[in-house]
């Protein structure tokens, strides 16, 4: 069946880096554009970065641009979202999601807590 696992969250330091893993199976990965959103409490989830098929173009929110990097290896079926430069404000649930026409996945989330 599909699955998409998310690993990598955690409680961190303003200021530091953390490095997030989705790994992906029971479809064929390198078709689906991949994304990272995420939701804080009491907000809406938010579109953070998105990667195409192939990895040759990436997209970013205004919040995140220049301190977040999405990747993907298409060998491994696994999209990875590096975030330095970490803020409180970047507190939140991370999903990683695939898209493919009207094919929509999504995983179970990962915790990120930014905080002294």
């Known amino acids: 069946q599909v699955q998409l696992v998310e690993s990598g969250g955690g409680l961190v330091q303003p200021g530091g880096s953390l490095r997030l893993s989705c790994a992906a199976s029971?479809?064929?990965?390198?078709?689906?554009?991949m994304n990272w959103y995420r939701q804080a409490p009491g907000k809406e989830r938010e579109l953070v970065a998105t990667i195409t098929t192939t990895g040759g173009s990436t997209n970013y929110s205004d919040s995140v641009k220049g301190r977040f990097t999405i990747s993907r290896d298409n060998a491994k079926n696994t999209v990875y979202l590096q975030m330095n430069s970490l803020k409180p404000e970047d507190t939140a649930v991370y999903y990683c999601n695939a898209h493919w026409y009207s094919a929509d996945y999504w995983g179970q989330g990962t915790q990120v807590t930014v905080s002294s």
């Open positions: 029971g479809f064929t990965f390198r078709r689906y554009v």
